[in-house]
């Protein structure tokens, strides 16, 4: 998160970066906070996750972080970092509420 900003804000400014995909803050639903502790071996860091639905089609590019970016299907996922697995299974696949 950039100095004064929100994770929300920071969530859509994040998004547009990494992948070329924009959406109005409004669009993105809090899905949880994750803060354990142990939960990622390079430091201390706590993550806001967000949800958000796209068209199907929707163009992604990687940005300044990313090396690549694609869409995967969410039942299909390759290996993930950490618990981050354990983020997305903590959404109803499919929900949009």
Request: glycine fraction near 8%; proline fraction near 9%; charge should be negative.
């Amino acid at each position: 998160m950039d100095p004064g900003e929100t994770s929300r804000a920071a969530a859509v400014r994040e998004l547009a970066e990494e992948t070329g995909v924009h959406v109005a803050p409004g669009h993105l639903r809090q899905i949880g906070v994750w803060d354990q502790p142990d939960r990622d071996p390079r430091g201390r860091y706590i993550t806001a996750a967000y949800l958000t639905v796209v068209p199907v089609g929707t163009p992604i590019v990687a940005g300044d972080d990313a090396r690549t970016a694609r869409w995967w299907p969410v039942d299909d996922l390759p290996p993930l970092a950490f618990d981050h697995a354990d983020i997305l299974s903590s959404v109803a696949v499919g929900s949009t509420a």
